[in-house]
Structures are given as C-alpha cells and as structure tokens.
C-alpha cells in the first residue's frame, strides 16, 4: 500500500505562453502590488531590450532594479541585492533570468523579513542538518520569469554559496517559493545555447531521480514520466532550430512538470548530492553537473533500482533499453559536456569531493544505500 503526504505549496499561478512584460503587469493588478523591485540578468538587462521592455510596462511601479547576482547565488550579492530591497521599499520581487537569480530572491526575501543585512546573517535562517531554523515568514513575496530550464522557480529551496568555505548551503521557507511563475517562451531565446540545454538537463536529472527514488509514488511518476518525456522531445527540436518557439515552451513545460515529484515530497538522490559540492567548490555550473553525474549515478545504482530505470528509457522513447546508455546518448547529442575531466575536475580531487558530498541532504535518500565517501568515490570514478 502506497504511504505518503504531498504538500501544495504556495504557488498560486503559472502563466504559460503569454509576453513577459505584460503578464509581470497583470500580475501586479492582482496582488495589488505597487513597489517591483526588478532582479534580473546583466546580461539580459545590458544586451537586449527585454528588461527596457518590463521596466516600460510597470512605469512608476518599478521601484528599483539589480542585475549583478553573480552564478551559484554568493552570499555578498544576497546581501547587496537586500540592502537595495529594502531601500526601495519594494511590495514585490520580480525576478527575470536564470537559476541563481530566483534562488537570490529567494534568500532576499528571507533576508528582508529577519532584518538581515550582511553575510553573517545568513547564518541565522540557512538550514542546519537537514532542519529550518524558526524564522520570520516572507511578507515581501516574489514572482519569476525565468530564462533557464533548471526549475527552481517551483520550489521552495533556494542555494546560496559561501564564499569563504565554498559551500552551497540551503535556505528553505514554504512562502519562498515564487506566487506566480510566468513562462514566456520568447524570452529565453537570449540565453546561450548551451545554458539553456543544460539547464534543460537539470530538469532531465528531476524526473530520472524522481522516478528512480525508492520513496516516489503515482501522484509524483505522473508528473516525472510525463516532463521527461517532454524534454526527451522537444530539447532536441531546440538545437534543431533555436527560433523554435513550440519547442521551447514543451521545455518549459517539461520542467514544470520535473518539479513535481520534489514539491511532492519525492527526494533526489546522489546526482544532485554530488552537483551541490561540484557546484560551489569548483563553480560547475548546475546544468553541467547534472550532464556529467546522472548517468554515472545511473549505472551505480542499476543493482537495486533496474526495473524504475526502465521507465526512464520508456519515457525517452526507448523501451527495453539501458537507461544510463540512453541518458549518455541523448546528454551527447545535445552537445553537452560528459565527464568531469571536461570541466577539470580531476581525481586528485575526488576524496575531497566526497567527504563533502555526504554531509549533502540528498546522498542519504539515494535509491541505493551510500555507506561512506568510499562509494561515492565508485560513481566519482564513473563519471571521470
């Protein structure tokens, strides 16, 4: 008998297909929000006139704007992007680019409600072993146009990287999570190709670990089969033809849909545990991460999880097949980098990233059971 609990969070809208800018204002009618503090790409604000567009669109009630949130979200701009927040008395956070700017909202949203206003404080409300610290809930909330494919923008979770010691360390509150989500194709026709590829391939490594999980159910494989299913499909047709706007608002939905199982209460397993430490030690960039380590993850863990692995190659279009060879495949076809020699990172470099890899929130729910750094090493040595 299936046991479990799924919590609905506190997304209220997605908004699918429609212009960024005036989507951003039709929300703001909603909320009855007047004071948008814009977080955006620099690159997006400083190369295009997309950001131009939005600030036009919002007239006075754009209250301020940052666009300086740097990759894997460090904790000085966290603070820098809520010192700025603050000042401009914002009623709302829109934020208009990639992962690491909706994770910076995230924590800035945290920030402004507990009066945190320098990098200590983060220390305050990060999580600890696994475990929330008591804080003040987000009044100030936050809507996302995202630009990537990697998801963040459906969960409560944000990252946020200590420079000093070069960890990614968590912030969680159920309120963090964006009140709406707008996704417009056309806007991520500006992000780099291979950005938004891998990214995509983030959204790939959701589903894979969501469907491979020992502790999913129905309600979360619905949603995981369907999204890489999705994916599988139309990724491809965007590196075919990078104007194809269809295909990328299947990606978008795909990644929508890999999002499920996680808010669902499915966990994620060692391709994510080892892409945190990848991430914030040697600044692989999170899509990347994921091109490398699922597959290695796949074929470590294809003693204990076979037949969930059969469902991943089905949903790719190749039943029958070995799903770890087929994620390679298709991870190549899309250009994508495959081992970890390709983002120089070397076996020298290994034991350390193991030892840190186990004290991630991830590795104790992979499917199969992860003793010690030992093993990790094992999948560390696949994916070289």
């Known amino acids: 008998m299936h046991q479990g609990r799924v919590v609905y969070g506190a997304i209220e809208e997605v908004v699918f297909g429609h212009p960024a800018a005036a989507a951003i204002v039709a929300q703001m009618d909603r909320l009855g929000t007047r004071r948008a503090f814009l977080m955006v790409s620099g690159t997006l604000n400083r190369q295009t006139d997309e950001i131009t567009r939005i600030k036009e669109a919002l007239g006075a009630r754009c209250a301020g704007l940052f666009d300086a949130m740097p990759a894997h979200t460090p904790r000085e701009a966290v603070i820098a992007a809520t010192n700025a927040a603050r000042e401009a008395g914002a009623d709302l956070i829109v934020t208009v680019g990639g992962g690491s700017i909706t994770d910076g909202a995230k924590a800035v949203q945290l920030c402004l409600a507990n009066g945190i206003d320098d990098v200590d404080g983060i220390e305050r409300i990060r999580v600890h072993k696994g475990v929330a610290p008591e804080m003040n809930a987000p009044s100030v909330r936050q809507i996302s146009v995202p630009t990537t494919i990697a998801g963040g923008e459906f969960s409560a979770i944000a990252g946020v990287t200590d420079l000093r010691t070069h960890v990614k360390q968590m912030l969680r509150h159920p309120l963090t999570v964006p009140r709406a989500t707008i996704l417009d194709p056309a806007i991520t026709v500006h992000t780099p190709e291979c950005l938004f590829l891998s990214t995509g391939i983030r ?89 490398i380590m699922l597959p290695a993850v796949m074929r470590w863990n294809a003693r204990d999880n076979a037949e969930r692995q059969m469902i991943v190659a089905a949903a790719m279009g190749y039943p029958g097949h070995n799903a770890a060879d087929v994620l390679d495949a298709f991870i190549r076809s899309l250009g994508m980098p495959r081992s970890l020699s390709d983002v120089r990172v070397s076996p020298e470099h290994f034991d350390a990233i193991a030892e840190q890899a186990m004290r991630t929130n991830w590795i104790p729910r992979n499917p199969r059971k992860i003793d010690g750094p030992a093993q990790l090493r094992e999948i560390l040595l696949l994916a070289a």
């Open 203 to 291: 959204a790939v490594d959701h589903c894979v670990e969501a469907i491979c999980s020992n502790e999913t159910h129905p309600y979360a494989d619905a949603q995981s089969v369907k999204g890489l299913a999705m994916l599988a499909d139309a990724l491809p047709r965007v590196k075919a033809d990078p104007a194809d706007l269809d295909a990328r608002m299947d990606a978008q939905i795909g990644t929508w849909l890999s999002m499920g199982a996680l808010s669902a209460g499915v966990p994620m397993g060692a391709s994510h545990g080892i892409g945190y430490v990848l991430g914030a030690a040697f600044d692989v960039p999170h899509g990347y991460t994921s091109c």
